[in-house]
């Protein structure tokens, strides 16, 4: 056939499914969609999903001297490493769970969204997505739903590239892919934007080692009573539960803090304890980020000590106390209930709760959970004990019919307040400006009103009526 035979049938084609699109009475699968999708397969470079290989991608970043991000057709592993200080956090998935485990041992887990979230995007990067039977058509767009991940809308390009990618997951994501590079004659993304994080691979090469599976969880600390219950009074500081811990020999008290992911120490006890600081570190606060350094340090907190921990050394936490949150909270089953603390060790199986429960995500090790606040439905509440006040909620979800000032300004207001399916009825609540991750947060003065139980390692808090 001729050149122009050719460009005629192309043009016919595509005037065929312009002509269904506009006139069918619902979705049609059409020629041009067709051939859209075709060509991202031609793009992406396999032939069968099984040619597309494993592959580990290198970043560089400015807290960690090793990131490698491994991914397998059904598993994967991200790996920040300190290699001169032996410090290493991972991220590691497969079909059925993800997580994560921090520069001390704590581990925080998830079955669902987040893993649904690895699961799509990592589809995305290899471009196993290009394999999936497509749920509809359109022009230039095309709806996927990925196998234990969540339906994307897929933009292609007229030459086949991806344009963008819509995860409808439990918020909507944007993936915009901004570079390839190709590994085995296959193409795959290297350079890509997640909604507003950026992510560059330095390289990117066939990995040379299968994935490593899980390793079973031990937890490093070492706990000391002959018992395996640790009870102790306290005086709040604020609403706050506070524990004894010692640096390096030093005494001094620590927030117990379920908003608060690993262990920090204010710059003063850092010195006197003389903690060496070996790096910096990023800090995500609820209102906004900073660097501060990284120290190890032998720590005893309470009834458990672990030595040689990793330590986060300011900004100054509140009253200049240190600050003990995920790291130790998620190794014990810790009870908080009229000025006293109870802390025990976890035992294979523990009880299950029965009332007043509440399931909370802990991925980014901290307590966030499904929380009302008068009209406004949150899914994603911090539930903070290291906060001394009841509960703030984002300014930009301010109620249209508002226009009190922020919390600074003691613009509280009474609102109702379900934590989870916990009723807590009348509370005071203000509005402010939070960091975008955060919606709402559920302060002490609200927590520590009742029993409270603090179960992170399995995902759960108990807020108990005092004397139930």
């Known amino acids: 056939m001729s050149p122009n035979c050719s460009a005629l049938r192309w043009i016919l084609s595509a005037v065929t499914a312009i002509t269904l699109v506009m006139v069918g ?50 598993t994967s592993l991200l ?40 699961i799509t995007v990592e589809a995305l990067i290899t471009g196993r997505i290009a394999f999936l039977p497509a749920t509809t ?97 306290f005086v709040p500081f604020g609403n ?18 379920t908003g608060t992911a690993g262990l920090f120490l204010p710059p003063s006890l850092a010195a006197n304890a003389r903690v060496a600081q070996i790096g910096s570190a990023p800090v995500n606060g609820q209102a906004n980020s900073s660097t501060a350094s990284y120290g190890r ?30 790291d130790f909270l998620a190794s014990f089953l810790v009870h908080i209930a009229k000025r006293t603390v109870t802390i025990s060790t976890r ?32 899914d994603r509440a911090t539930l903070d004990t290291g906060r001394e006040g009841s509960v703030v909620v984002a300014s930009n979800l301010r109620p249209s019919n508002d226009t009190g000032a922020d919390c600074d300004a003691q613009a509280f207001v009474s609102e109702p307040l379900t934590i989870g399916p916990v009723v807590f009825g009348p509370t005071a609540a203000c509005y402010t400006s939070l960091n975008a991750s955060h919606q709402v947060v559920v302060g002490s003065a609200v927590l520590l009103h009742r029993d409270l139980t603090l179960d992170l390692g399995d995902g759960e808090v108990w807020l108990r009526p005092s004397g139930v």
């Open 297 to 326: 340090v032998d720590i005893v907190v309470g009834p458990a000590e672990l030595p040689s921990a990793v330590v986060v050394i300011g900004p100054s936490p509140p009253g200049g106390y240190a600050v003990c949150g995920y």
């Open 79 to 118: 790996l920040f490493t300190q290699s001169a200080f032996g410090i290493t956090r991972s991220t590691y998935h497969n079909q059925e769970y993800a997580e994560q485990v921090d520069e001390n041992g704590a581990i925080s887990w998830d079955d669902s969204a987040h893993l649904k979230d690895l």
């Open 137 to 233: 058509h359109s022009l230039g767009r095309v709806l996927v739903t990925v196998p234990g991940g969540w339906p994307v809308d897929l933009h292609i390009a007229g030459d086949g590239r991806l344009w963008i990618a819509v995860i409808h997951g439990a918020a909507e994501q944007h993936f915009y892919p901004q570079a390839y590079t190709t590994v085995g004659g296959v193409k795959i993304v290297t350079n890509w934007l997640l909604d507003k994080r950026q992510f560059h691979a330095t390289s990117v090469a066939s990995a040379n080692s299968p994935i490593a599976p899980r390793q079973a969880f031990k937890s490093d600390w070492r706990w000391q009573p002959r018992g395996s219950r640790w009870t102790e009074s």
């Open 347 to 378: 035992p294979a199986k523990v009880p299950p709760c029965s009332a007043y429960c509440v399931r909370v995500d802990n991925w980014l090790r901290t307590a966030v959970a499904r929380v009302r606040v008068g009209a406004l439905a949150a």
């Open 25 to 74: 009475s619902g979705p049609r699968v059409s020629a041009l969609p067709m051939d859209t999708f075709e060509r991202y397969k031609e793009f992406v470079g396999a032939t069968t999903v099984n040619q597309i290989p494993t592959v580990t991608f290198t970043f560089a970043d400015p807290f960690y001297n090793e990131v490698s991000y491994t991914i397998g057709p059904a």
């Open 240 to 257: 706050r539960p506070m524990l004894p811990i010692w640096v390096n020999g030093i005494k001094s008290k620590c927030i117990l803090d």
